[in-house]
């Protein structure tokens, strides 16, 4: 049989990525651990003693900021990484770089998770929708000019050389929402396809079942209403160990 759930797939959020790339004055960054040589030194250090770049995630340094003057809560994070094009598809210095990468965390854009045909091995339509709502789009270049600002500071200065991504020629707001649409990917926090409550529009119930059907939970982060403000990995964990009491039939916590 097949179960009509309209609900399902819609209200995709996630938080869009923009970035700035910096040349560093020196090797200050895991970016020559890419050449052979020093790869296989880090592979060895860490084989031997499980430390050194090799045990590294190269983005260990983040924090939030406020973008819009008229959020009750910081709503831009910032992801520092050791290195240049860490990431596929983000351009790699010659020299040793560094990345700072920014997202709007509050995005008002829904996009939408679509089933291309009945074969389930068949990828499914994926639309993000990333900047339907103009505001997302002013956010998210006010944060990306923020972290140009940051790595342009005079602290800084023994330590970057020069902005390399998007570069100085980039300089109006039209020019760096060009250079976001050109590089602009994904942070990896998809959420709310899946979404939970208790109106019509709802797929999932508070005890995250699923809204008509028996013995379905969903349990990830495709029940959030709204992707959280920071990574989702927490927050999921949180959801399985609820949905995991529930199931068990544990009561909650005295909250007196």
């Given at each position: 049989p097949v179960f009509d759930a309209p609900g399902?797939?819609?209200?995709?959020?996630?938080?869009?990525?923009?970035?700035?790339?910096?040349e560093c004055t020196g090797d200050h960054t895991y970016d020559k651990y890419g050449k052979p040589l020093w790869a296989a030194l880090a592979g060895a250090r860490y084989f031997l003693f499980g430390n050194g770049p090799a045990a590294s995630s190269l983005f260990v340094t983040g924090g939030f900021?406020?973008?819009?003057?008229?959020?009750a809560a910081p709503d831009m994070q910032y992801h520092l990484?050791?290195?240049?094009?860490i990431e596929a598809g983000i351009a790699k210095?010659?020299?040793?770089?560094?990345?700072?990468?920014?997202?709007?965390?509050?995005?008002?854009s829904r996009g939408s998770v679509r089933l291309a045909s009945a074969d389930p091995s068949v990828a499914p339509l994926i639309d993000p929708n990333y900047w339907a709502d103009p505001h997302d789009r002013e956010m998210s270049l006010r944060g990306l000019e923020f972290?140009?600002?940051i790595m342009a500071k005079p602290a800084l200065n023994s330590f970057v050389l020069a902005e390399r991504v998007p570069g100085p020629h980039v300089k109006s707001m039209d020019d760096l929402a060009n250079y976001a649409c050109a590089s602009?990917?994904?942070?990896?926090?998809?959420?709310?396809?899946?979404?939970?409550?208790?109106d019509g529009q709802s797929v999932i119930n508070p005890d995250l079942t699923f809204r008509g059907l028996e013995a379905l939970r969903v349990v990830d982060a495709s029940?959030?209403?709204n992707v959280i403000t920071g990574n989702t990995n927490a927050a999921v964990i949180m959801?399985?160990?609820?949905?995991?009491?529930?199931?068990?039939?544990?009561?909650p916590l005295s909250m007196n």
């Open positions: 399902v797939g819609s209200n995709l959020q996630d938080h869009l990525d923009l970035c700035t790339i910096s900021a406020y973008v819009d003057e008229n959020a990484g050791f290195g240049s094009g210095l010659r020299n040793a770089g560094v990345t700072l990468n920014s997202a709007y965390m509050r995005p008002r972290a140009r600002e602009a990917k994904t942070d990896h926090h998809p959420a709310g396809t899946c979404r939970m409550g208790v029940i959030m209403p959801i399985a160990e609820k949905a995991a009491d529930m199931i068990r039939g544990r009561k």
